[in-house]
């Protein structure tokens, strides 16, 4: 089945980096989220991201047009019927993400693929309300989608063997990234490990061991990564790493998975990372770090 056309569930920091990603590889997107204002401030930040490429001479002006002309708003899910394939990257909620899947899987046609981008959640669980369970996988991108060349492709227990086949084949002729397979587990593999490192650098930060600062540039100048534990925290939304780490510790019953007291307060207060402009560090507008 060839893939033009695809939606994108869920216009957030991850579903516009997933959209620009698509446009740039040539795909039709049809973007969905739950109210107007937000689809509109989703396409703002995308056109930013595209215009930022422009001021570093990645992009040229007609490139982004060109770009900006295939990203699409729909009313609703039913303007996702024609799609070839559908990717849901909306909050990580359960229950909210299993009524989007039950809607889809009324709404499209029983050949097209339906992919979650969750980072911990069960694709089972998430499946078990369709009719059609078998053609519900994962693609999980890491952000930003648009420069990291891999995906983690989440087999669910009723995945069939075509909507892997499939999905793989888009991954990795369409999109042009290596796709990493992995059986359902919580966390997977890249949320696993790396949720595990930032809980792991909140309890060093707790026990007074040294500053977010001092740990960050430990990590980033001693072992050559490109952000430290806490801006990688504040790039992936601290509300994410703690959902992560909650469903982790929920199905596994670790202590290790316990997230640390540091981020429960942080999301409390609101201080979520890029996206709310504090988290460890402050962040302008186009997501730069100021302080």
């Not at 029983?110 to 994962?138: F, K, M, Q, W, Y």
């Not at 007291?261 to 100021?290: E, N, P, T």
Request: glycine letters at 8%.
């Amino acid at each position: 089945m060839a893939i033009r056309k695809v939606g994108v569930v869920g216009v957030g920091t991850m579903g516009q980096s997933i959209a620009e990603m698509l446009a740039a590889n040539g795909l039709d997107v049809c973007l969905v989220e739950k109210n107007e204002e937000r689809l509109d401030h989703g396409l703002h930040m995308i056109e930013q991201s595209l215009d930022k490429k422009i001021e570093k001479w990645a992009l040229t002006q007609a490139e982004k047009k060109l770009l900006m002309n295939r990203i699409h708003k729909a009313k609703d899910y039913m303007e996702l019927a024609e799609c070839d394939l559908v990717i849901e990257s909306i909050t990580e909620d359960l229950l909210i993400k299993k009524a989007v899947f039950q809607d889809l899987d009324r709404i499209c046609k029983p050949d097209v693929i339906l992919a979650s981008n969750t980072s911990a959640l069960s694709l089972t669980e998430i499946a078990s309300v369709a009719a059609h369970p078998e053609r519900i996988i994962g693609l999980h991108f890491v952000y930003p989608a648009t420069k990291i060349d891999m995906v983690e492709i989440v087999r669910g227990l009723q995945t069939s063997e075509n909507t892997f086949e499939q999905t793989r084949l888009f991954v990795e002729e369409v999109i042009r990234k290596k796709g990493i397979m992995v059986f359902e587990s919580p966390g997977f593999v890249t949320s696993r490990l790396i949720c595990l490192f930032i809980n792991e650098a909140l309890h060093v930060l707790e026990e007074g061991v040294a500053s977010a600062e001092d740990i960050d540039s430990a990590m980033r100048i001693g072992y050559s990564f490109q952000h430290g534990p806490f801006e990688m925290a504040d790039r992936f939304g601290l509300d994410s790493v703690l959902a992560a780490l909650d469903g982790m510790f929920r199905e596994y019953g670790e202590l290790k998975y316990r997230p640390s007291i540091v981020l429960k307060k942080m999301v409390r207060a609101g201080h979520l990372g890029v996206k709310s402009g504090q988290g460890f560090f402050k962040y302008d507008m186009d997501g730069d770090r100021i302080q």
